[in-house]
Nanobody
């Protein structure tokens, strides 16, 4: 499975941004998720979407971020961005239908895309 993220960049606090991840070679029944990692911090779960479309969010982004998917691509629409959202964002795939918020259950990862939010 190959995952390629795109759409990152630099914005100001309060702005919106959408990042995408194209998955090739996988099974479209896999759960997909976004994680992020800020400098000096551990990689953390941001949002996930199950095969059946169930959406799950970290408390820190609930109400601001929306995850969606089509057959081969997942999207993360980020609104009301904050400086603390600054991180490298990674998409990930696990070979099961359900979403879990732990990194070690995801078998495939993208290379990451940088999102920087300035105050």
């Amino acid at each position: 499975v190959e995952l390629v993220e795109s759409g990152g960049g630099s914005v100001r606090a309060g702005d919106s941004m959408r990042i995408s991840c194209v998955a090739t070679g996988g099974d479209n029944t896999d759960a997909m998720a976004w994680f992020r990692q800020a400098p000096g911090k551990e990689r953390e779960f941001v949002a996930g979407i199950s095969y059946r479309g169930g959406q799950y969010y970290a408390d820190s982004v609930k109400g601001r971020f929306t995850i969606s998917r089509d057959i081969t691509t997942i999207y993360l629409q980020m609104s009301r961005l904050k400086p603390e959202d600054t991180a490298v964002y990674y998409c990930a795939v696990r070979p099961y239908e359900n979403v879990v918020p732990t990194t070690y259950t995801y078998a495939h990862w993208g290379q990451g895309t940088q999102v920087t939010v300035s105050s």
